[in-house]
């Protein structure tokens, strides 16, 4: 039924929903880019359709949430988004400046490998004094 003269219009709920759950898929697009493709207006839509028997049956509701926080979640779907690509887009900044000033080094040169020497042996002549000390320089 019309509503009253100096009443309100009724609240459509699923509107209401299809409202609430095209600001969470706007909000989340920044991290998730391919949430549009998934969630289009008609998708979103008969979701809030298909959501609102069920929330009927339970007792909950949605109704007046964008009137209570309009501007606050006006202003948080703008900026939050915004503040989150602005630092993605910092970073990436970033990382490009310090490419920018990096300088390759050159490879070493490979050195050869060191070459394996066989130990000399000397044969010096022993001789046998019965286990007696000898006397130095003798």
């Not at 929330?55 to 989150?84: H, R």
């Not at 070493?108 to 044969?123: E, G, L, N």
Request: charged residues 20%.
């Amino acid at each position: 039924t019309a509503p009253l003269p100096g009443e309100p219009e009724p609240v459509n709920p699923v509107q209401e929903v299809g409202d609430c759950l095209k600001l969470v898929r706007d909000l989340l697009t920044p991290l998730l880019p391919y949430l549009p493709g998934i969630y289009t207006d008609e998708v979103v839509a008969e979701l809030a359709g298909k959501v609102v028997p069920v929330m009927d049956k339970y007792g909950l509701s949605v109704e007046g949430v964008g009137d209570l926080f309009g501007p606050e979640l006006s202003l948080a779907v703008t900026v939050l988004p915004l503040a989150y690509v602005t630092y993605k887009v910092h970073g990436q900044y970033k990382a490009a400046l310090d490419a920018e000033r990096t300088v390759d080094m050159p490879k070493p040169q490979a050195q050869a490998a060191p070459v394996a020497v066989a130990p000399v042996r000397a044969m010096v002549a022993v001789r046998d004094t019965g286990g007696q000390l000898s006397m130095q320089g003798a």
